[in-house]
């Protein structure tokens, strides 16, 4: 029966689009899927149990088709289950089973009951033993016992059960299940749009999968006439069966796996040629994503590469249906999945979500919504660090999900990779793309007067103090300072004394703080300072007082001496909430209340 890429659909139908609104949910599944799945499974126990009770064989009297027992049909339709093979062909997978030609067999012989009750109990048992999801189960049991009645019902119609070999029998046989397997096709596709509610679903599956369906279903009905003939003619020769049945599905699993090889290394052969002719880190990462895309049946893969010293940005390139997002985009490592950088650094991983494994690359891979993903380490040579790891998600929803060959091909892959980024033209590249990003960096987030930090990087340094502090107990000291008389140096001196003058200022205060206090230019002449695990107020007060006394010393500027004061504004965590801004806010009106009080002094927020 179920011979299209639906046999794989609980799956396959985890895997939702990137852009589609989440679904409401239950076990995992959208609770519109459950109520289909339910109203198959209700249906089919209804029909079975009610419509087909007592209903006879459709030949049983008038031929001499054998009876089979109900545990006869059970271990036929069991070998015909663990015997199918999956036909990779075009973006599909597709199922060759022999399930068909068992329920032609069986439903002429024995009761449509019996018939129904045994296959249905075989594909739900393996089904469960291969642990497939409990969907999954659910739906192809009741699938199962809604296709017998449609069989039966088709059979009577157009077998003649006094002739089962006459033309129009034989024809009965080939438009049954051709006409039922693409129905069962439609019914798989349903339950997938039902799952993601996307109807491409419909529409790519279809179109993909119809036509080897029917393929399918019309050598499952010669297999069956032909099986009938030899049950009639000579039942002895049934033993035969088995025989050129295995070599055939050997010979298909054979032929499967050396395609599947050559594939492989003719993809790794486009690699390395996309690597070695790349001229620029660019356009090769570009590309090798691109070709990892269509390899493995992705719409998104991602590379991130990890900087080479420490305090420039990682660089992050990721494509989506083969269009180029970002590219080589520079990214603080503070914003990397947490924990994700240490562990790249001891372990080469190798993981998908439905291995469950638990790290920090696996739950990046699983988050954002992402049912199928594989992500693996860029290795180092001799036992360095990882250069950064690579990320492949939301696979075709008609291919199914990524295999242990597929994870092992990607390794492979990300060592190519890793050889290509440490020798030759990418590797001069990329050292050199990293220099100029920590120079745009730099940019970005410093003062270009001062070097000190500005107001961005500012804030998320308050940020990321307020997180620890949260975690230790401790509390955040902040100092908020404004230069007095400054604009006088302007309008007597010229801003180009000005801008010295900030300079030197800008020197004072490193002066006057540890070195792992920030330090941060805001604006025109004001300042601002973060102190983190200051020991208390008092000490606090005291950094402030040798502030303001040491931006009142005399500045030497190259048109004269200048000389200015500086009004300072504290304050702390705990008096006025956990929120930077606030903080920020706080201490600029201790400032201001410091520089009404007469300029040259400090002030605590209260």
């Known amino acids: 029966m179920l011979v299209s890429q639906g046999r794989d659909m609980a799956a396959q139908s985890d895997a939702a689009a990137p852009l589609t609104p989440p679904l409401r949910r239950a076990l995992g599944q959208p609770v519109r899927l ?70 032609i067999v069986a439903l002429l012989g024995t009761s449509p009951f019996v018939t129904a009750v045994a296959m249905a109990c075989s594909l739900g048992i393996v089904q469960a033993a291969q642990k497939r999801a409990p969907v999954q189960v659910i739906f192809n049991f009741g699938a199962q016992l809604l296709a017998t009645p449609l069989y039966y019902a088709l059979l009577r119609f157009m077998v003649q059960p006094s002739a089962i070999f006459s033309s129009r029998s034989v024809i009965g046989y080939l438009v049954t299940v051709a006409l039922l397997s693409e129905l069962s096709n439609i019914e798989i596709s349903a339950a997938m749009y039902l799952s993601e509610a996307d109807f491409t679903i419909v529409t790519e599956g279809l179109t993909s999968t119809a036509p080897m369906v029917a393929v399918i279903a019309l050598g499952n009905g010669v297999i069956a006439t032909i099986v009938l003939v030899m049950t009639v003619a000579a039942p002895v020769l049934l033993l035969t069966i088995p025989i050129p049945v295995l070599l055939s599905i050997a010979a298909y699993r054979a032929q499967i796996t050396r395609r599947r090889q050559l594939s492989d290394i003719e993809n790794l052969f486009a690699a390395t040629r996309i690597l070695s002719h790349s001229k620029s880190v660019h356009t090769g990462a570009v590309d090798f994503l691109s070709h990892i895309a269509k390899m493995f049946h992705a719409t998104l893969v991602e590379l991130t590469l990890l900087p080479l010293a420490q305090g420039n940005p990682a660089l992050v390139t990721r494509t989506v249906n083969g269009v180029a997002g970002e590219v080589m985009e520079a990214t603080p490592v503070g914003s990397l999945p947490p924990g994700l950088a240490d562990t790249l650094a001891t372990d080469n991983i190798l993981v998908t979500k439905s291995l469950g494994v638990d790290t920090p690359l696996a739950r990046y891979i699983a988050g954002d919504d992402r049912p199928t993903g594989m992500g693996v380490a860029v290795p180092a040579a001799d036992n360095a660090p990882s250069l950064g790891y690579l990320v492949v998600a939301h696979r075709n929803k008609f291919v199914g999900d990524f295999r242990q060959t597929d994870l092992q091909l990607l390794g492979t892959l990300a060592k190519q990779l890793a050889f290509a980024l440490q020798n030759g033209r990418l590797h001069e590249d990329l050292a050199m793309l990293e220099g100029v990003q920590d120079e745009l960096v730099r940019k970005a987030f410093h003062d270009p007067l001062t070097g000190l930090a500005n107001r961005a990087l500012f804030v998320d340094h308050i940020d990321g103090a307020f997180h620890r502090a949260a975690r230790a107990g401790n509390l955040v000291f902040l100092l908020y300072i404004d230069l007095d008389e ?33 330090i941060a230019r805001l604006g025109g002449d004001e300042f601002a300072i973060l102190l983190e695990q200051a020991a208390s107020l008092d000490v606090v007060e005291i950094i402030a007082q040798r502030i303001v006394d040491s931006l009142a010393e005399p500045f030497p500027l190259a048109t004269g001496v200048a000389e200015i004061g500086a009004s300072v504004g504290i304050a702390f965590t705990d008096a006025f909430g956990q929120s930077p801004v606030q903080l920020m806010k706080s201490a600029d009106a201790a400032m201001y209340t410091a520089k009404k009080s007469g300029k040259g002094r400090h002030c605590v927020a209260v």
Do not use: M
Request: glycine share 8%.
């Open 34 to 103: 459950w109520l289909y799945v339910a109203l198959v499974f209700a249906g089919g126990l209804a029909v079975v149990f009610g419509l087909l009770r007592h209903a006879p064989a459709i030949a049983a009297s008038t031929s001499n088709v054998p009876a089979i027992p109900w545990w006869g049909i059970f271990l036929l339709a069991t070998a015909a289950e663990l015997a199918s093979v999956e036909l990779p062909i075009r973006r599909t997978n597709v199922v060759l089973t022999l399930n068909d030609a068992v329920l």
């Open 486 to 518: 400054f604009k006088k140096i302007n309008d007597t001196f010229g801003h180009g004394a000005g801008d010295e003058l900030l300079v030197q200022a800008a020197g004072r205060l490193n002066n006057c703080v540890r070195a792992t206090d920030t």
